[in-house]
């Protein structure tokens, strides 16, 4: 599974950004994939998932202006972000994997494809 993001860029406060993931290999929907962003010097955080049954979940501190949606047809998920503020600053990468329970979905480790990374940057 290839996994490969896009839609990082420069935004100012308030703005708005959508990222895509495209998947090749394998179908999104037998995946669970998810966004972390990562700030230097600190570990992967958890943003937001969407199951391959198609629920969602989202970390509280983007409840409201994230939001993870999944075109089967294209096999690629996106993350709509709105409201952005300085703190959203970070590299952002999408990450999948199957057979993922509940209680690991914010985990890091239990995915095993992931993304190069795209670059989010919110100016005050």
């Known amino acids: 599974v290839q996994l490969v993001e896009s839609g990082g860029g420069l935004v100012q406060t308030g703005g708005s950004l959508r990222l895509s993931c495209a998947a090749s290999g394998r179908s999104l929907r037998q995946l669970t994939i998810a966004w972390f962003r990562q700030t230097p010097g600190k570990d992967h955080t958890f943003v937001a998932a969407?199951?391959?049954?198609?629920?969602?979940h989202y970390a509280d501190s983007v409840k409201g202006r994230l939001t993870i949606s999944r075109d089967s047809a294209k096999n690629t998920v996106f993350l709509q972000m709105s409201s952005l503020r300085p703190d959203d600053t970070a590299i952002y990468y999408c990450?999948?994997?199957?057979?993922?329970?509940?209680?690991?979905?914010?985990?890091?480790?239990?995915?095993?494809?992931w993304g190069q990374g795209t670059q989010v940057t919110v100016s005050s």
């Open positions: 990450a999948g994997g199957a057979g993922i329970i509940l209680s690991r979905l914010r985990d890091h480790t239990s995915y095993n494809y």
């Open positions: 969407i199951r391959y049954s198609g629920t969602t």
